[in-house]
């Protein structure tokens, strides 16, 4: 009973209250500026220092490499619109936050019209948005995606109201990446397009998959609105996919429910555009050749891009249900792609062929000064390791670039073809 009379006085002493209250506001301090939860991997806490590096930003690191406490920062509005590692600056939520939470799904990085269309081999928007910051690229400027893939570059482009140019070989990357940069814009007439489309589908034989799936596309191919139409197109690729990995029998339910949740997603981006006044950057995604891109010299401000790791990854086949969807014949068309053709050693000579060749085109297109960010990694053919990442630096070196930035990244997922990858930035001279 002394004790905790003892302990009483003590907590009621004003020298107690006193040390309580200081503990209480340091928990406070560091709890100000802080990491999202998932940051878990060393490549993230780099590229997040990196983030505030490239804005100027002096900081101290506590031990457990999370907490971080600003000493100087030029421009806080600035950095919490813009950052990507960061889930508050000074006690207050970043742009970041308030976007990500608007996600239908179950996978933090597929926010917004991320989730469109399950392609493989995508990188992390999280990742992105932090390279096109550290790459100091700002709005007005072009950034450039020769190997879009599924959009993700232009999408955070758009957000961070910067301009973007990308493109791909694939119909399915060009239709998934318009679908998840263009439909925004078209949010009611997508609505009342999908109602007429249910009301045309109601009396269908939904179990009856050879007379829906043409049925469907017929109604697709109907629409005028050529953003309206490349929605549900999209929406149709998915339920493909659907038909094809998920084994999902009822081709109708599935192309129904997948506008549905896509129309949810528009509709959630169009709402975070309003209540955070966001100006999007322009997005002109084309389907063409990296190549041979169809851009005038030195106009690009930024490159931002993942080269094909085709020879690891057969993305033709990957997508063969989707291509065959929009009428391909997949073999007749892997002779455009990169890695995809020949076999053995003459496969991995065309891919390096082919890979120089696109590096000569975006080193033509950079303007000088900028920076260019490849993510790329060695895979292994016939248990040879092949050093696509030793080419690429060595390429740039020999042009003159400076590489800025090496850093090991983790790669799940292909780790039986490929165990990391590196995300290189090179500036040009």
Request: hydrophobic share 35%; charged share 25%.
């Amino acid at each position: 009973m002394r004790v905790r009379n003892n302990f009483k006085i003590c907590l009621e002493s004003k020298e107690a209250k006193g040390r309580i209250l200081q503990m209480s506001s340091r928990i406070v301090e560091k709890d100000k500026t802080r990491l999202f939860w998932n940051v878990q991997f060393i490549y993230e806490l780099v590229l997040a220092k990196k983030e505030l590096e490239a804005f100027a930003i002096k900081y101290e690191v506590d031990s457990n490499f999370r907490g971080i406490e600003i000493l100087e920062i030029p421009s806080e509005k600035n950095f919490s619109n813009r950052t990507s590692y960061f889930e508050k600056i000074n006690g207050l939520p970043t742009l970041y936050s308030k976007i990500t939470k608007a996600n239908i799904t179950r996978s933090i990085n597929q926010y917004l019209t991320h989730w469109f269309y399950p392609y493989k081999g995508k990188y992390h928007p999280q990742m992105i948005r932090a390279l096109i910051n550290i790459m100091k690229i700002n709005p007005g400027e072009i950034i450039l995606d020769p190997f879009i893939g599924s959009g993700t570059t232009a999408l955070e482009a758009q957000l961070l109201g910067i301009g973007c140019i990308g493109v791909d070989i694939s119909e399915v990357c060009f239709r998934v990446s318009k679908a998840k940069t263009e439909t925004v814009k078209h949010t009611i007439e997508i609505e009342k397009e999908f109602e007429i489309i249910l009301q045309k589908l109601r009396n269908i034989d939904e179990n009856n998959n050879e007379k829906v799936i043409p049925q469907i596309q017929q109604l697709i191919s109907d629409i005028t609105n050529e953003s309206v139409q490349n929605f549900f197109q999209v929406a149709d690729l998915i339920a493909h996919s659907d038909k094809a990995r998920r084994k999902k029998k009822n081709f109708l339910e599935s192309f129904i429910k997948n506008s549905e949740k896509m129309l949810t997603s528009v509709k959630d981006y169009s709402r975070v555009i309003q209540e955070n006044n966001l100006t999007l950057g322009e997005v002109n995604i084309h389907l063409g050749n990296a190549k041979n891109l169809q851009i005038e010299s030195e106009t690009i401000d930024g490159i931002l891009c993942s080269p094909p790791y085709s020879i690891a990854l057969n993305y033709v086949e990957n997508d063969k249900h989707a291509l065959e969807a929009l009428g391909y014949n997949t073999t007749e068309i892997k002779e455009d792609f990169i890695g995809v053709k020949g076999s053995g050693n003459k496969k991995i000579d065309l891919y390096n062929r082919d890979l120089i060749q696109s590096y000569l085109e975006m080193d033509r297109v950079l303007k000088p000064g900028k920076y260019c960010s490849i993510v790329i990694g060695n895979a292994r053919v016939n248990k040879e390791e092949v050093p696509t990442v030793e080419t690429t630096i060595n390429f740039f070196l020999d042009k003159g670039y400076t590489l800025e930035m090496n850093v090991d990244k983790i790669i799940f997922g292909l780790y039986n073809v490929m165990q990391k990858e590196n995300i290189l930035i090179f500036k040009k001279p």
